[in-house]
């Protein structure tokens, strides 16, 4: 996969575009002064993970004996689930109701922008193919920067763009991610199948 795509397919992942509603809502409560370092701080908090799954994620996979199909058709299945939820959303959300007061961690930084199927693509990356890290850290950082300038422009893209746009946009991206997670899924099958004959 080339560093282009992998980049891609994690700004995917992160959906910031879906994810703009949920952090205005959870950030209203908050000062306007505040809103934006808390914005930084949870954007920041989320690379660091993923940063982490990235580098560490191939020793988490050796310690539990996992094999890199199983995470490969893991990460599909999660990819597939969240594609599903980006389609047809439920009323309370992706990842339902959030807690009062300011967040921390939870939800913006985890699950939001470093969730389980991105924590999996990473872990991914950096279990396929160890030699090109580099890459992988680029393809990341260009990932999460591309969803931050979106989150950080949130309010502005909200009455620019307006809810219907957003909407249709969470959905073409969820159908994409779809696809990607079918091809996931399908590649991780047949490399099991290879090994196993």
Known sequence: METVSAALLLFLIMDPLGNIPVFLSLLKPLPKTRQRVVLVRELLIAFF???GFLWGGKYVLEAMHLRQESVSIAGGIILFLIGLKMIF??????????????????????????????????????SQDPGRMGD??????????????????????????GTRVLVALERLM????VA?????LMD??????????
């Open 136 to 161: 992988w850290t680029l393809a990341l950082a260009l990932a999460w920067f591309g969803t931050a300038l979106i989150l950080l422009s949130a309010t502005y893209l909200y009455k620019v763009l």
């Open 89 to 126: 959303p439920s009323p309370e959300g992706m990842f339902g109701e959030g807690e009062g007061g300011e967040p921390f961690i939870v939800p913006m930084a985890i699950p939001m922008v470093a969730g389980p199927s991105a924590m999996a693509a990473v872990m991914l990356f950096g």
């Open 174 to 177: 969820g159908m994409l991610l």
């Open 49 to 51: 993970v993923l940063l």
């Open 180 to 184: 990607i997670s079918v091809q996931m």
């Open 188 to 197: 991780g099958i047949r490399a099991y199948l290879n090994s196993a004959s």
